[in-house]
Nanobody, 122 residues
Framework: QVTLIESGGGLVQAGGSLRLSCVAT????????MGWFRQAPGKEREFVAA????????YYANSVKGRFTISRGNATNTVVLQMNSLKAEDTAVYYC???????????????WGQGTQVTVLS
């Protein structure tokens, strides 16, 4: 069992930055794919970013590429999503998730955090 605890959401003006953190309460954290998803009101959940193993590849949705950066610290069991140049359309609840399978689809993930709200004012 993996428990994921997110923090760092909030309200920000367009063009601003936010840093989301997710702490995993389990050993062998480095063996999981760690991902971030988001869900805006009235929309389906969508993939945002993923980190594949420690020191491995990272993947991003086209809509956030160049603006968001995912990183992890295995010593602290933490995965961070740094979000820069935020836009109103980034407004959503953001979820941290852990997978031992794929990375791009929500169905691949076994464990989810409770979500943190990000609101970007235009």
């Amino acid at each position: 069992q993996v428990t994921l605890i997110e923090s760092g959401g909030g309200l920000v003006q367009a063009g601003g930055s936010l840093r989301l953190s997710c702490v995993a309460t389990r050993r062998a954290f480095s063996t999981y794919v760690m991902g971030w998803f988001r869900q805006a009101p009235g929309k389906e959940r969508e993939f945002v970013a993923a980190d594949i193993w420690s020191g491995g590849s990272t993947y991003y949705a086209n809509s956030v590429k160049g603006r968001f950066t995912i990183s992890r610290g295995n010593a602290t069991n933490t995965v961070v999503l740094q979000m820069n140049s935020l836009k109103a359309e980034d407004t959503a609840v953001y979820y941290c998730a852990a997978s031992r399978r794929g990375y791009a689809y929500g169905r691949d993930y076994d464990y989810w955090g409770q979500g943190t709200q990000v609101t970007v004012l235009s």
